[in-house]
């Protein structure tokens, strides 16, 4: 019997099948919702400490595998110091800033006229990344997982005029953003190197949030003796990042 095989590829998300050319990034992704990220970091540095932040990381990246060195081995690199924020800021995380203390609402009104009116946030109802609920203990996991999943999940509570009220009064109007406030997950090292000038460095993490499966269909003809046989690869990312132009590896097993 000849066996005749057929390849097909469905991607999901935003992860991109393609060749890649030197420099681009290179994925080894496994089917137990992890993968290894490698890709080339341009990086203009001066002898001795730098401060170097990045934000095209993934939402789920790894801090502890962080790997930053030069490819050729031409040039010594040492991170000092890392600090990996995958808190981008949002209306529920500045609530949960503001808890305790009062902030403008605006409150639009049917006729069609604004109204600025004062609260206090008792509650704003914010939950920490769901990683969070698996890094810091049983009790942590718990004590989050109540406030999530709780009968008074996610609510907000807003003191206005000494009553409470379990919605938001209007649209919330915070002060001006602080300085350390990230938009995306972003890491920030303080580098030491030999020597200044441009480097082509590698940056190498391990992150969750990837995974893969394959499935096959067959199909045999009444009067043949030859079948097909036709496999999907699947691919999920949810990282937090849209990798283009990747190069990709399938890997399968126990890690």
């Known amino acids: 019997m000849n066996l005749i095989a057929c390849a097909r590829i469905a991607v999901l998300s935003s992860l991109v099948f393609a060749c890649a050319a030197p420099g681009e990034s290179s994925l080894t992704i496994y089917n137990q919702n992890f993968a290894v990220v490698r890709e080339r970091l341009g990086l203009d540095l001066k002898q001795g400490t730098n401060e170097v932040r990045v934000t095209e990381i993934t939402a789920h990246m790894e801090p502890d595998s962080?790997?930053?060195r030069d490819p050729q081995g031409k040039q010594a690199l040492r991170i000092l110091e890392q600090?990996?924020?995958?808190?981008?800021i949002s209306q529920g995380l500045l609530l949960s800033l503001y808890e305790g203390k009062e902030i403008d609402f605006l409150v639009r009104k049917?006729?069609?006229?604004?109204?600025?009116?004062?609260?206090?946030?008792?509650?704003?109802?914010?939950?920490?990344?769901?990683s969070g609920m698996q890094q810091y203990g049983e009790a942590y996991r718990m004590a989050q997982a109540a406030r999530a999943y709780g009968p008074t999940a996610q609510s907000v509570i807003?003191?206005?005029?000494?009553?409470?009220?379990?919605?938001l009064p209007g649209e919330p109007?915070?002060?001006?953003?602080?300085?350390?406030?990230?938009?995306?997950?972003?890491?920030?090292?303080?580098?030491?190197?030999d020597a200044a000038g441009k480097l082509d460095a590698e940056?190498?993490?391990v992150t969750g949030g990837m995974?893969?499966?394959?499935?096959?269909?067959?199909?045999?003809q009444e009067k043949d003796d030859r079948i097909d046989v036709i496999g999907w690869v699947t691919m999920d990312n949810q990282s937090g990042r849209t990798f283009e132009n990747a190069q990709i590896k399938l890997m399968a097993g126990d890690v």
């Not at 807003?158 to 919605?167: A, C, D, I, Q, S």
């Open 66 to 68: 962080v790997i930053l």
């Open 83 to 88: 600090n990996y924020r995958a808190d981008p």
């Open 110 to 130: 049917a006729e069609g006229t604004d109204e600025i009116v004062r609260g206090r946030i008792v509650r704003s109802g914010y939950v920490p990344h769901q």
């Open 158 to 167: 807003v003191e206005v005029g000494g009553k409470l009220r379990f919605n």
């Open 173 to 193: 109007l915070f002060p001006s953003l602080a300085d350390d406030t990230i938009l995306k997950p972003t890491v920030h090292w303080v580098l030491e190197t």
């Open 203 to 205: 940056l190498s993490y």
């Open 211 to 220: 995974s893969w499966e394959a499935d096959y269909s067959m199909l045999a």
